[in-house]
């Protein structure tokens, strides 16, 4: 019996499976969302700044790779700053509407 209940947490402390559940969902979606970054950044800047693929990168392609891949990551940090807070003022608001 103390298999089935240790395996169901059953009488154990379900706050903290409850909150490692979260933490582990927080976590896979930090990383979708870095995944997402990094092909948004590699599809958009490099169709932008590779016009004709090559053997190697020219130094002008380097260049204006970087400062694409550089101005993407800050309006893509813009937009997650202000899509958090909105967020939480809509939660906030909620919550005083109860």
């Known amino acids: ?3 089935y209940s240790s395996s169901y947490n059953i ?3 379900s706050g903290s499976k409850k909150q490692e559940v ?3 969902v927080r976590n896979e979606l930090a990383l979708a969302n870095a995944q997402e970054l990094i092909n948004k ?3 958009k800047c ?3 700044c590779v016009p004709k693929p090559g053997a190697r990168l020219e130094s002008g392609e380097q260049q204006c790779l970087s400062k694409c ?3 993407y ?8 700053r202000s899509y958090v807070n909105r967020l939480q003022r809509e939660t906030q608001n909620a919550g005083g509407n109860l």
Not at 73 to 80: C, K, L, T
């Open 1 to 3: 019996m103390s298999d």
């Open 69 to 71: 891949m550089d101005r």
């Open 11 to 13: 009488g154990g402390d």
């Open 46 to 48: 490099y169709q932008k």
């Open 22 to 24: 979260m933490d582990q």
């Open 73 to 80: 990551m800050e309006a893509w940090n813009v937009v997650s």
């Open 41 to 43: 950044i590699n599809e």
